[in-house]
C-alpha cells in the first residue's frame, strides 16, 4: 500500500522536485563546460599571442644581427658614438654642439672631442650659424654622407638576401605586417634610435 503523502504535500510532488533537481543539475554541467571552453580558448589566445611575441624576438636578434655587422664594417673609420653623431645630423639637418650634446645624452665637453674628430676625419663640417654668429652648425660633408649612405645600404642589402630564402608567399604579406608593426611602435623616441646608428629618415 503506498505511504501517505507528508502534509501539505501533494502527489507528484517528487516527480516536480527530481525534474527541478535534474534541471539545475544540466544548467550547473552546462555552466561548468561554458567556463572550460572559455579557460581553452583563453589559453590558446594566450599560446598565440606567445608565439608571435617570440616570433618577433626572433626577427629582431637577426636585424640586431645586420645592424651590427654594418657598424663593424666601418669600425676603422668611425666609432659607434661617431656613427651615432652621423645617424643624428643626416636625420635632422644642420645641429648645433648643445642639441648633439643633449641627443646622445652626454657632457657637451664629451660631445666637442668627438665631433673634433669627425671634423678632423672630413665627416662633418663646422660653419657659423646664419641665425646665431655665437653657434656654429654641423653638417655632414660628402664623405659623411657617403659613409651613412654606406652603412644603411648594407643593412638594406642584408635585408634583401634574407627576404630572397623566404618562401614568396610569406614574403608578400611581410612587408605590410611589419609596416603595421613599425606604425604601432612610433612612440620609440628617435635618441633611442640614433644610439644603435639607424637613420629616424625612410630615405
Known amino acids: 500500500m503506498p505511504e501517505p503523502p507528508w502534509p501539505g504535500r ?7 522536485e527530481r525534474r ?3 534541471a539545475r543539475s544540466g544548467a550547473m554541467v552546462g555552466a561548468m563546460q ?4 572559455t579557460g581553452r580558448v583563453a589559453d590558446a589566445n594566450r599560446s ?24 663593424a664594417a666601418i669600425e676603422d673609420t668611425v666609432t659607434l658614438p661617431q656613427l651615432r653623431i652621423l645617424v643624428m645630423v643626416a636625420s635632422r639637418g644642420p645641429l648645433n654642439l648643445g642639441a648633439v650634446a643633449a641627443g646622445l ?11 673634433e674628430r669627425l671634423v678632423v676625419a672630413g665627416l662633418l663640417s663646422r660653419d657659423d650659424d646664419p641665425a646665431d654668429r655665437r653657434n656654429l652648425q654641423l653638417r655632414l660633408t660628402d664623405a659623411g ?4 649612405a654606406t652603412v644603411m645600404d648594407s643593412r638594406r ?22 609596416r ?3 606604425d604601432a611602435g612610433d612612440e620609440v623616441s628617435e635618441d633611442i634610435v640614433w644610439s644603435v646608428g639607424w637613420t629616424t629618415t625612410d630615405g
Open 105 to 115: 645624452r652626454v657632457h657637451p665637453s664629451n660631445a666637442t672631442r668627438a665631433v
Open 157 to 178: 642589402a642584408a635585408i634583401a638576401g634574407i627576404l630572397e630564402r623566404m618562401p614568396a608567399r610569406r614574403r608578400r604579406t611581410l612587408a605590410a605586417a611589419l
Open 145 to 148: 654622407r657617403d659613409l651613412v
Open 34 to 37: 561554458s567556463i572550460g571552453q
Open 48 to 71: 598565440r599571442h606567445a608565439r608571435e611575441v617570440e616570433g618577433i624576438m626572433a626577427a629582431a636578434r637577426v636585424l640586431v644581427g645586420v645592424s651590427a655587422q654594418s657598424v
Open 20 to 22: 527541478a533537481e535534474n
Open 180 to 182: 603595421s608593426f613599425a
Open 10 to 16: 501533494r502527489p507528484g510532488d517528487d516527480v516536480d
